[in-house]
Nanobody, 124 residues
Framework: QVQLAESGGGLVQAGGSLRLSCAAS????????MGWFRQAAGKEREFVGA????????YYSDPVKGRFTISRDNAKNSVYLQMNSLKSEDTAVYYC?????????????????WGQGTQVTVSS
């Protein structure tokens, strides 16, 4: 089993920045990929971006490309989501997810482990 814990959410004005962190624990050696998803009130869960745990470049959804950056620190078993130029439409609960399979996937069904989520609210 892998446990995930997000942190770093909060309230920010439009145009501002936030950095989310996701710390993994447990059987971290089994992680193949990690992803970030978000879910706004009344909407379906949405893919934000993902990164392979052992190497490779991150992949982003079109709405966040150029504004968000995913990075990882394997020594700390952590992945980060740097969010810049935030917009009101970025308001959502953000979830970190992990899976043992390699490669990158945009589908939430392809992730077995999930954090509890952290709220990001962007005021206009």
């Amino acid at each position: 089993q892998v446990q995930l814990a997000e942190s770093g959410g909060g309230l920010v004005q439009a145009g501002g920045s936030l950095r989310l962190s996701c710390a993994a624990s447990g059987r971290t050696f089994s992680i193949g990929r990690m992803g970030w998803f978000r879910q706004a009130a009344g909407k379906e869960r949405e893919f934000v971006g993902a990164i392979a745990w052992r190497g490779g470049s991150p992949y982003y959804s079109d709405p966040v490309k150029g504004r968000f950056t995913i990075s990882r620190d394997n020594a700390k078993n952590s992945v980060y989501l740097q969010m810049n130029s935030l917009k009101s439409e970025d308001t959502a609960v953000y979830y970190c997810a992990a899976d043992g399979r390699p490669g990158i996937s945009e589908l939430w069904l392809h992730y077995d482990y999930w954090g509890q989520g952290t709220q990001v609210t962007v005021s206009s």
